[in-house]
Nanobody, 128 residues
Framework: QVQLVESGGGLVQAGGSLRLSCAAS????????MGWFRQTPGKGREFVAA????????TYADSVKGRFTISRDNAKNTLSLQMNSLKPEDTAVYLC?????????????????????WGQGTQVTVSS
């Protein structure tokens, strides 16, 4: 089992940047593929980005491709999401998630049903 705690959210103007972090504790962090999702009242939970266990494979939603970068540091048990050129439509609660599915060489899942553990989320608000 792994526990996940997000941080780094806040209020930013459109065009600005934020860096989210997700600290993991418990079972070996490198055992999990990791992902970021975001949730809004009207749209539900939406995939943002994912990264494989050893970080070699990343996947992004089309809406954030070229603006967001997911990364992980297995030595520090940390997942990050660098968000640049933020837009008002990026406003949401951002959650990190861990998946025990697949192998060390698999790409990380992009659907929430394949994630086993979730953090509580951090609010990101982008003003116009």
């Amino acid at each position: 089992q792994v526990q996940l705690v997000e941080s780094g959210g806040g209020l930013v103007q459109a065009g600005g940047s934020l860096r989210l972090s997700c600290a993991a504790s418990g079972r070996t962090f490198s055992s999990y593929a990791m992902g970021w999702f975001r949730q809004t009242p009207g749209k539900g939970r939406e995939f943002v980005a994912a990264i494989s266990r050893i970080g070699g494979r990343t996947t992004y939603a089309d809406s954030v491709k070229g603006r967001f970068t997911i990364s992980r540091d297995n030595a520090k048990n940390t997942l990050s999401l660098q968000m640049n050129s933020l837009k008002p439509e990026d406003t949401a609660v951002y959650l990190c998630a861990a998946s025990a599915r697949g192998t060390y060489y698999s790409s990380a899942p992009v659907v929430e049903e394949q994630y086993d553990y979730w953090g509580q989320g951090t609010q990101v608000t982008v003003s116009s």
